[in-house]
C-alpha cells in the first residue's frame, strides 16, 4: 500500500492562507469602496469583507485563511483575487498556491520591447536572434540574424511575420534548405500556440491571408496537427555564404505576454561558425 505524504500539501494550503492574509491586511477599507466603520484593531480588511467582496461565505473563507482542506475553484481564486486588487504577477501566484490552472487572459495591447532586452540581443553578436510576440510577429532581432535571415527592417505588418515570411516569402522560401519539414512543423507549433487565442481578429485575419496565399497551408491548416516548440537544427542556403547550419532555442518570458526569444546558435556544421564570423567582419568594415 502506497501512503502519500501530506505535508506538502499541507505546507501549500498554509501559505494559500498566509498569501490571502497578507494581501488582505494591506487593503483599507476605503480602497474597496468599503465605509471605514468602528475603530480597528487589526490592519486592513476583516475576513469577513473580504468574503462580501468575493462572494464566498465568511466560515468557507476563514478556513482557506487558515490552511484548511477547501478547494476553491478557479472562478472563486478569480473572485478573491480581485477583490484583494491583486496584480498579475500575485494572481499567478495564488493560483499556484492553489494547485489550479490560472484562466488565459488575452491581451490586445500592443507588443513591445523594452531596451533592456534590445540590449541583451545586441550582445549576441555571434549568434542571430529574435524576439516574437504572441502571433509570431518578428519584434526585435540582433545584426547578425539581420545578416543571415534578411532585413527586418525593411518589412511591415504581416510581411515581418513568421508564418508569413514561411508560406508567402519566396526570398524566405529559398533560404530554407528543408522547407517542407520546417513550414510543417512551424504550423503545427503555431496552431499549438493560438489556440488560446481561437476567435482573435488578429489571429484570424493572418490565417485567412495564408489561407489565401498557400496553397500549402491552404492544405496542412485543416488536419489540425500540433506539436511543441522543441530545439532543433535549421539549414539555410545563404545567398552570400552558401550552405549554414544552426542550432535554435526558444526560451519564453515569464510576464504573461507570450513573447519568446529565438537563439540561432552557428554550428562547426557547413562551416558555419567561420562565414558567420566572415560576414559580420565584412559588414563591420563596409560600415567604417
Known sequence: MTV??????????????AFLRSRRERLAPCDVGLPDGSRRRTPGLRREEVALLGG?????????????DVRPSAETLSALARALRLDAAERRHLFVLA????????????EQV???????????????A????RRWDVLAWNR???????????????????????FTD???????????????????????????????PEFERLVAHLTRES????????????????????RIRHPAAGPMVFEHTAMRFDDGTDRRMVVYVPLAESDTIAKLARLLHAEALAAE
Open 99 to 110: 494547485c489550479r490552472p490560472a484562466p488565459e487572459e488575452r491581451t490586445q495591447a500592443p
Open 144 to 166: 547578425a540574424a539581420e545578416l543571415v535571415f534578411g532585413d527586418y527592417g525593411a518589412l511591415e505588418g504581416d510581411a515581418r511575420n513568421t508564418m508569413s515570411l514561411i
Open 114 to 128: 523594452g531596451e533592456p532586452l534590445r540590449r541583451m540581443l545586441d550582445c549576441l553578436t555571434d549568434q542571430p
Open 4 to 17: 502519500i505524504d501530506p505535508a506538502p500539501d499541507a505546507g501549500r494550503r498554509r501559505e494559500l492562507g
Open 130 to 133: 529574435q524576439v516574437l510576440g
Open 56 to 68: 464566498v461565505g465568511t466560515t468557507w473563507y476563514s478556513w482557506l485563511e487558515q490552511g484548511r
Open 170 to 200: 519566396p526570398g524566405h522560401r529559398r533560404l530554407l534548405t528543408d522547407w517542407e519539414a520546417v513550414a510543417r512543423a512551424a504550423l503545427a507549433q503555431f496552431r499549438a500556440d493560438s489556440a488560446k487565442y481561437a476567435g482573435d
Open 215 to 234: 496553397p500549402e497551408f491552404r492544405e496542412w491548416w485543416p488536419r489540425h496537427e500540433v506539436l511543441p516548440h522543441l530545439s532543433g537544427h535549421k
